[in-house]
DNA sequence: CGATTTGTTCAAGTTTTTTTGAACAACGTA
DNA sequence: TACGTTGTTCAAAAAAACTTGAACAAATCG
């Protein structure tokens, strides 16, 4: 009968001071953003890794499943945060952070912002188009006065991206 | 014995189609900004409501709790997206939606944007400080390279944040 | 081929966030 | 001062979001 491992969930057996604070300060960031905290626990550490990690270091050094894991990078990979990394001789694969920030801006707007404002757009449209027609005649001044001032915030909201992305990208 | 009220938990009894679904557009964006749907729900009944509206008539016409009013009307004048109104010969208080975007951005990058970059650069320092001093020195340059970028995409924050609230104000 | 390693999927479990509602404070009125 | 009304607080309930882990698919190796 073995000794029954003892073993804490001690997450980051591997890691040193710097790179779990690094970690922990990603994982701060990316709840603003309001993606999970496991996406900054891998972006985090791939960020604060010296060489390409594969799925399974991720599971190792940060404790996580292979579930988290293989999601998370999965996510990384479409905002553009993560890519795999070329010629390792060897068969898994291993990853590499994004690390210019006009790339992780662009990244996010392009999966998080901008489909919500155009879905926006479009539900303005129908909103203008459908529900505005129930209204009484004699009310609809004041809400067709709202209803422009959605889509011109809509319309200043995709102006405004361009531009973000621009000064951003240096 | 009375007939037990058999009353559906229909919130919005008071609401037209457009204004449900306005309400709707606004809980959805508040998500996106990492808001909690109570808050749009409020917002988005205030800015489409003609007449400014008490505490109890959110609670009426949204079905929410008295808490949820409450807290929500809190949050929201402290993000600068709702006001009392003025001068109503009425004891309680009614509110006001802010509907000009650059108040709503501003209020939001005061409250919500801001101090997470201030907190983020405060614990950079600390890391360049103390746990950066923990890493072997052969090993410092790659770290303190990351470090270093970490501490760029701070500053271009810091400097974008005026530039949108400029773009957005007009 | 069969065995082994690598990675994905998704239902169920866990954790976190949000909402509720009842107790209470504050205020005005009579 | 006693009473009704308005609004706040916060512990507990409910809902939502996230993570896990076991079953499975895919690819490689011997």
Not at 61 to 73: D, E, F, R, V
Not at 77 to 90: C, F, P, Y
Not at 95 to 116: N, S
Not at 136 to 165: H, T
Request: glycine share 10%; hydrophobic share 35%.
């Amino acid at each position: 009968m073995d000794i029954p491992s003892p073993e804490p969930k001690t997450e980051a057996i591997a890691l040193n001071l710097l790179q779990r604070q690094v970690i922990e300060y990603f994982v701060d960031g990316v709840r603003v953003l309001g993606l999970p905290p496991s996406l900054g626990e891998i972006y985090g550490l791939l960020f604060i890794s010296p060489a390409p990690l594969s799925l399974d270091d991720l599971v190792r050094m940060l404790g996580i499943s292979k579930g988290s894991a293989s999601q998370g990078l999965r996510t990384l990979k479409t905002l553009g945060a993560v890519r795999e990394a070329e010629g390792n001789g060897d068969r898994r694969t291993y990853y590499q952070p994004a690390v210019d920030l006009k790339r992780l801006v662009g990244g996010f707007i392009r999966e998080q912002v901008r489909p919500h404002l155009e879905s926006g757009k479009s539900k303005l449209q129908r909103l203008q188009e459908t529900a505005l027609q129930d209204v009484a005649p004699g009310e609809r001044e004041f809400y067709n006065e709202r209803i422009d001032r959605l889509e011109s915030w809509m319309k200043r909201g995709g102006q405004v991206l361009p531009m973000l992305q621009k000064i951003l990208g240096q």
